[in-house]
């Protein structure tokens, strides 16, 4: 059985990829997070953490340990942000915390450092086209949503808007993010800008990943850096501000980076 099939439904395309991305000694993984940005004055260290740590790994007794795989919620207590950080974006996100509600996961998030400044990278990965268009639709509130998923909806609509507002204001661009189009899309860059508003530095790279035999073939997979860009600008059209690609967003003093990145990753499976 190989480590991939611990991923469950994830097993194929970006999050074994991700996962890929981050296994191996802490000076290696940190030399391919900084290569990924490629930005100067951000850097990755081996004194860095990120979360997932690499695959799942495989005990004496043959059973499987896929916590160091496990994508992370920024909001729970995590090795990446002092805990009053990750507590004050619960608070935002969510009105009620009962039940242990899901919040965005992150393909790869570690610490960095952006001129000077302790911050973080945050990593949205894509190996597919359908990984792209399944992300178009509004955020899914059930028929029967009890009174707290209820509750939930109506903050991060609120939320969302209000990192809305924040994003026109500090770079005086056209912004669209919202709750019920484009979510994950809208989620992504509303947390970055939160982060950068609590003071984070924010490294945001939407990475695909080309040649993704293993998901599927032909038009639908991405063949080059160019074909990813267009298809990431063409699926944020009219949500985010276009000029934002490559450009340092200046958020109340502290920094907010988005980049498109593209990487061939082929999957390796048990026995490398």
């Known amino acids: 059985m190989s480590w991939a ?29 900084a290569r990924l940005v490629g930005v100067g004055d951000v850097t ?23 916590t160091v795989a496990e994508e992370v919620e920024l909001d729970k207590p995590n090795d990446l942000l002092p805990l009053g950080v990750s507590e004050r974006l619960g608070s ?43 992300s178009s639709s509004g955020k ?64 945001l790279v939407y990475l695909g990943f080309l040649y993704a035999t293993d998901i599927a073939k032909g038009g639908n997979l991405f063949h080059s850096e160019e074909h990813w860009e267009r298809v990431i600008k063409g699926h944020s059209e009219g949500v985010v501000d276009s000029s934002c690609w490559g450009r340092r967003l200046d958020v109340d003093g502290a920094p907010m980076l988005p980049l498109i990145r593209a990487l061939n990753q082929p999957l390796r499976y048990c026995g490398d």
Do not use: M
């Open 92 to 134: 935002w996100w969510l009105a009620v915390s009962e039940n242990d509600p899901r919040t965005p996961n992150w393909g790869i998030a570690s610490t960095c450092t952006v001129g000077g400044r302790k911050g973080l990278l945050l990593v949205e990965a894509k190996a597919h086209w359908n990984e792209v268009k399944g």
């Open 5 to 33: 099939k611990q991923l469950g439904k994830d097993q194929r395309g970006s999050r074994p990829r991700c996962v890929l991305l981050v296994d191996g000694d802490g000076e290696e993984v940190a030399a391919r997070l």
């Open 140 to 203: 899914r509130l059930g028929k029967t949503a009890s009174d707290g998923t209820l509750k939930n909806h109506e903050r991060i609509g609120e939320a969302i808007g209000e990192a809305a507002v924040g994003l026109r204001t500090a770079t005086g661009g056209s912004w669209n993010i919202t709750r019920d189009s484009h979510y994950q899309l809208s989620n992504r860059f509303a947390w970055s800008w939160k982060l950068a508003s609590l003071g984070v530095p924010v490294v």
């Open 44 to 66: 990755v260290t081996a004194d860095d953490k990120w979360i997932p740590r690499g695959k799942p790994v495989q005990r004496e007794d043959g059973s499987w340990d896929a």
